[in-house]
């Protein structure tokens, strides 16, 4: 017996015998079963992953932007740390075991890439080995910064004024300034 208002598909049979009108098997056959238009058109799943490619995108260069200027700071204060190690050396007068007739302090010299401290004596110049550290590929001193020399046993550098070093990573600047009295300054970002 049919359902009311019930048509099946014309090529469905009727079996009486079961309790429903439609067997399993036929589920899969019968287009009523499926509406029109539940799923999802082609040009809908291409604007979704349009979308989701555009925020990736945007997440990417945002997290690029984001690396560059994290590295720039670290190597700044990286920088700030040396400086500070090399001054705590030249206060302590931890001078070479052999080879130095006065120990003057910790000499810094730089160049474009790299930044290096060694043991600075009188009469002799420079002695033992350098400690050098090579900056970030990427990374470069804005200008080269004039070697100066930690002093022993005052706390002071060999300048005169105030000297600032910049690393830049050609869309940002971070600086450091050194003052006479010894004193190492961030100045951040500029």
């Known amino acids: 017996m049919m359902k009311k208002g019930f048509t099946p598909h014309r090529n469905t049979p009727i079996n009486r015998s079961r309790t429903t009108l439609i067997g399993k098997s036929d589920i899969f056959h019968c287009p009523s079963c499926y509406p029109v238009g539940t799923g999802f058109?082609?040009?809908?799943?291409?604007?979704?992953?349009?979308i989701l490619v555009t925020?990736?995108?945007?997440?990417?260069a945002s997290f690029n932007s984001f690396n560059r200027r994290e590295r720039l700071k670290q190597s700044g204060l990286t920088?700030?740390?040396?400086?500070?190690?090399?001054?705590?050396?030249?206060?302590?007068?931890?001078k070479p075991a052999s080879g130095c007739t006065t120990y003057v302090g910790m000499r810094i010299s730089f160049t474009q890439t790299s930044y290096s401290a060694q043991h600075e004596c009188d009469p002799e110049g420079l002695v033992g080995n350098a400690e050098s550290t090579t900056l970030p590929s990427g990374i470069t001193f804005l200008s080269v910064p004039a070697d100066f020399t930690f002093l022993t046993r005052t706390n002071t550098a060999s300048i005169a004024t105030d000297v600032t070093i910049t690393l830049t990573n050609q869309d940002q600047n971070y600086a450091l300034t050194i003052s006479p009295s010894g004193n190492i300054r961030d100045v951040g970002f500029q």
Do not use: P
């Open 55 to 60: 925020i990736m995108g945007l997440g990417m």
């Open 41 to 50: 058109t082609l040009i809908e799943l291409l604007i979704v992953i349009l």
């Open 79 to 94: 920088l700030r740390s040396n400086l500070r190690f090399s001054q705590t050396k030249a206060i302590s007068a931890q």
